[in-house]
């Protein structure tokens, strides 16, 4: 609204006040810009943007620049492709794959796993056991963290449980990446049993047929009923793959 009675205002002023605005002199107009123009740049919160990061300033001194040399259009462009990219990187740094221990355990851990039988730092592991745990996003920028982790164990174990409940999102890399940490613990003998998963990304499980792959049984409410399955496994003469 106010820019659609902006435009009729101006409309108004060039059609019947162009006269009197011919009479006002170049330098009185040219203050007046400059103090739209000095409004506009709200150089206080430039000046507080020049604080951030310095992946941040570099997104936004290149976006100035190319704004005040080049064009908005192609400031715009370059500046959304830019700030993408740094929102993937940073990502990438706070998704984490690692080992779930009791000293990994944080608080939040504890007030939600003790609804269950036991907390995660009481949780007892069988032998043979490994247990991961993904924290953030699993997409394209960390998908090829998964590959590592069984060269890194002295020994393939008999049953290996991925617990995903921080996992909000999947990508497509991030989905053929557990395809293939599938396709590598069946090579080793590795029973594959994922924990936690969320609603979103079950249903990308669903979609890509993932889920019947692994096996319904395979992928379990939480890190409890994931070892209690584990548990079942070991028991059996050979753990399928």
């Given at each position: ?16 006040l ?5 009479r006002?002199?170049?330098?009185v ?8 123009a ?22 936004l001194?290149?976006?100035f620049?190319?704004t005040?040399?080049?064009?908005i ?7 959304m492709?830019?700030?993408?990219l ?8 706070v ?38 745990q ?7 920028g ?27 999102a ?12 599938r ?59």
């Open positions: 609204m106010a820019g659609m009675v902006h435009a009729v205002t101006l409309f108004l002023v060039l059609l019947l162009a006269p009197l605005a011919g006002i002199p170049l330098a107009l040219a203050a007046i810009l400059i103090v739209v000095w409004n506009m740049s709200e150089i206080g919160r430039f000046r507080m943007l020049l604080k951030a990061p310095r992946s941040d300033i570099a997104v001194l290149t976006t620049a190319l005040v040399f080049a064009d259009t192609v400031a715009v462009g370059v500046g492709v830019l700030a993408s740094l929102f993937m990187r940073r990502m990438a740094e998704t984490g794959i690692s080992a779930l221990t009791p000293e990994s355990a944080n608080e939040e851990d504890e007030l939600e796993e003790r609804r269950n039988a036991e907390a995660v730092s009481k949780l007892r592991v069988p032998p043979g056991v490994e247990v991961f993904i924290n953030g996003p699993f997409f394209f960390v998908a090829h963290r998964l590959q590592d982790i069984l060269g890194r164990l002295e020994s393939p174990p008999k049953v290996f449980i991925l617990r995903m409940r921080r996992v909000p999947i990508d497509a890399t991030g989905l053929q990446a557990l395809e293939e940490f396709d590598r613990c069946a090579w080793h003998g590795t029973a594959l049993l994922l924990s936690g998963v969320q609603p979103m990304v079950l249903n990308a499980f669903r979609r890509a047929g993932f889920d019947a792959r692994l096996g319904q049984d395979n992928i379990c409410e939480n890190i409890n009923q994931a070892l209690e399955r584990a548990r079942s496994l070991l028991a059996q003469p050979k753990a399928p793959s």
